[in-house]
């Protein structure tokens, strides 16, 4: 009896979360329709950053040190500004998908949905199915990702002549870890999305 009352009380704040945050609720820091960031968000905002960063340092010097080397110097002139801007990108991407996805709140609680394999009872249809569709959705972005890494690890491989054995093995791992995350994260993610969705709406015929 008490383990069932503390899952209907699981399932019941589940459900407050999802539908009582309007879009654009409360700001953090000055970020419009984000809502309020727990520690995790903030970790995945850090993590954003770095790898806006690394992406972007690794893409210049593959651009430049066929011409002027990856020597010190073009790291302190060019990369480091670089990855500045590539961190702040990487935030600032990871912002926007909160803000698309109706607030911080909400897509955390999409996402727990999804792992856990049900919708909360009480949650609205015409709120959980865009939102659970939306997830369902990446899976064609998840085989796109794998696609461009391995056309972009390709590349790389061929112009291994042209640049440092270093910078090539970095690209290399960047373009597998790209593809893995697709393929362990994103894809797996979607397609459970979808499960739910389908047992979603089988439920309400």
Known sequence: MIRANARAAGREARCRTATSLPSGAGTVHGMRGVGLIDEAGRMRLVGSGVAGA?????LVMLLVSPWAGATTGVLVAVAIPVGAAGAAIGAFLTVRSWRLGGGYERVVAVQRWVAEGEVPAGVPASVWIPLVQAEADKQVAGWGK??????WGAMTWSMRDQQPPVLTAILLAL?????TWSAVWVIP???AAREVLRRGVATLE
Do not use: D, K, N
């Open 146 to 151: 794998i696609v461009l890494a391995v056309c």
């Open 189 to 191: 993610r979607a397609r």
């Open 54 to 58: 690394a992406f972007a340092v690794v």
């Open 175 to 179: 373009w597998a870890g790209l593809a």
